[in-house]
């Protein structure tokens, strides 16, 4: 069994202060991730995946795990079968958008990159799944279970997929973006690549940006990532929500880390890779 690799501890690069429920950077590790802020082993940019974290857009999101992965404290995927099933499906629906728009997306290659296309960006990173040059439009591209459709149809997309979308319009000056979602059965994501997506619901949801209102939220992203990271303490963490991603914490060496991991896998919370 493979044990993810981690390379920070609890007493080693930081400590968990259960009185104000924070984690606390060491001194030394607190200097090296702001000499070195944006680039390797200093703290990490924002990319779009966290501002709906740190916006807190729902009861589920919590800027304390995102505090954590800024400082290279990142807890593992469990299970990646919702990843790979979105790996495996998203060119196949890229095919089916520019068939659709009669555009070609320009897509960015993650090594190439180095996961991030906007390096110039002080505080914000990522790689945007397509764009449309032809007709200034990001497409975003979503895999989920089709469970979800009755309640994204009524309530609308997640928040934290719309802020996504809408960072990488802004960042590549396009007034426009969709998100396309295949919704996938059960059964699916146990082998991705046979699934036929002819016969799969995919939905392609439209927006316009509405900057000023992005602007005030990449503001608020702005002033709280200068603020955790001067400080080199995180957000108040919560118990219930940050549960697993605590019990990562608390382990003090490598002895610990994947005595905790073989638990979670004998209880099902992890799938190994083999």
Same mark, same amino acid.
């Given at each position: 069994?493979?044990?993810?690799?981690?390379?920070?501890?609890?007493?080693?690069?930081?400590?968990?202060?259960?009185?104000?429920?924070?984690?606390?950077?060491?001194?030394?590790?607190?200097?090296?991730?702001?000499?070195?802020?944006?680039?390797?082993?200093?703290? /990490?940019?924002?990319?779009?995946?966290?501002?709906?974290?740190? !916006?807190?857009? =729902?009861?589920? @999101?919590? %800027?304390?795990? &995102?505090?954590?992965?800024?400082?290279?404290?990142?807890?593992?995927?469990?299970?990646?079968?919702?990843?790979?099933?979105?790996?495996?499906?998203?060119?196949?629906?890229?095919?089916?958008?520019?068939?659709?728009?009669?555009?070609?997306?320009?897509?960015?290659?993650?090594?190439?990159?180095?996961?991030?296309?906007?390096?110039?960006?002080?505080?914000?990173?990522?790689?945007?799944?397509?764009?449309?040059?032809?007709?200034?439009?990001?497409?975003?591209?979503?895999?989920?279970n089709v469970k979800?459709?009755?309640?994204?149809?009524?309530?609308?997309?997640?928040?934290?997929?719309?802020?996504?979308?809408?960072?990488?319009?802004?960042?590549? /000056?396009?007034?426009?973006?969709?998100?396309?979602?295949?919704? !996938?059965?059960? =059964?699916?994501? @146990?082998? %991705?690549?046979? &699934?036929?997506?002819?016969?799969?619901?995919?939905?392609?949801?439209?927006?316009?940006?509405?900057?000023?209102?992005?602007?005030?939220?990449?503001?608020?992203?702005?002033?709280?990532?200068?603020?955790?990271?001067?400080?080199?303490?995180?957000?108040?963490?919560?118990?219930?929500?940050?549960?697993?991603?605590?019990?990562?914490?608390?382990?003090?060496n490598k002895e610990?880390?994947?005595?905790?991991?073989?638990?979670?896998?004998?209880?099902?919370?992890?799938?190994?890779?083999?």
């Amino acid at each position: 069994m493979i044990v993810p690799k981690r390379l920070c501890y609890n007493n080693s690069h930081y400590k968990l202060d259960k009185n104000t429920k924070t984690l606390v950077l060491n001194k030394e590790y607190h200097k090296q991730l702001l000499d070195n802020a944006g680039k390797f082993g200093g703290f /990490k940019k924002i990319t779009a995946t966290y501002l709906g974290d740190i !916006l807190k857009v =729902d009861n589920f @999101k919590s %800027p304390f795990a &995102v505090f954590g992965r800024l400082c290279g404290v990142a807890m593992p995927v469990l299970d990646e079968k919702y990843i790979n099933a979105g790996v495996i499906l998203e060119p196949r629906i890229r095919e089916k958008i520019e068939e659709s728009l009669g555009s070609h997306l320009e897509t960015y290659d993650a090594k190439e990159y180095n996961y991030d296309y906007f390096k110039d960006n002080k505080f914000f990173g990522g790689l945007p799944d397509g764009y449309s040059k032809e007709k200034n439009l990001i497409i975003e591209i979503k895999t989920t279970n089709v469970k979800n459709i009755e309640n994204w149809e009524k309530y609308g997309l997640p928040k934290n997929y719309l802020l996504q979308a809408q960072l990488y319009a802004y960042l590549m /000056k396009a007034d426009k973006y969709s998100i396309v979602v295949l919704f !996938l059965e059960d =059964d699916d994501y @146990k082998d %991705p690549a046979s &699934v036929d997506i002819n016969k799969r619901h995919l939905k392609n949801y439209r927006f316009t940006l509405d900057i000023p209102k992005l602007e005030d939220n990449l503001k608020k992203v702005e002033d709280w990532y200068d603020k955790y990271t001067k400080l080199g303490i995180s957000p108040e963490w919560n118990d219930s929500i940050d549960a697993d991603y605590l019990e990562f914490l608390e382990c003090s060496n490598k002895e610990e880390w994947e005595k905790l991991y073989c638990k979670w896998v004998e209880e099902g919370k992890a799938v190994p890779k083999c």
